[in-house]
């Protein structure tokens, strides 16, 4: 496996894998697929954008993690590819990130996380973030209350 920066060219291996986890459900507060201009955009390239990283074993991209302006803070997202988390591929993703993040000047890192998503939950707090605020109301579109943890990480 290998970690680089994510190039325009993998906006389509992107978006397949995050609208694969989007479809299983359960990991993520997406619920709908996102085009591959979109995770071109808001992942990989666009204004709000960064840092963004790709993971590949034998050429394709087994997971992906960015670094977006949100609402003023620098959010994190990572994905990987289903069946196989936690098995190195977020820590992997995360070592390049923060090395990017830090050469950025980002000095803190926001994550939020559904609060029914345990294995997210876990790898937030094994690379050091920390709660610091929740949504417990947060729902989904069907109306199912899976509320949402916040986290933060200082760099």
Known sequence: MITRRARPEDAEAMAALLND??????????????????????????PEVQTSVVAEDGGRIIGWQSISLYQGESHIGTFVQ?????RGVGAALFAL?????????????AATIRADNAPGLAYYARIGFRDTGSDPDF????????????RHLDL
């Open 139 to 150: 729902a989904l579109d069907d109306g199912r209350v899976v509320g949402r943890i916040h």
């Open 82 to 86: 289903p069946g196989i988390q936690a």
């Open 21 to 46: 986890i989007i479809a299983i459900g359960g990991t993520t507060a997406h619920q709908h697929p996102k085009s591959v201009e979109a995770v071109g955009v808001d992942y990989i390239d666009g």
């Open 97 to 109: 990130t923060r090395e990017q993040a830090q050469g950025a000047g980002i000095t803190r890192i």
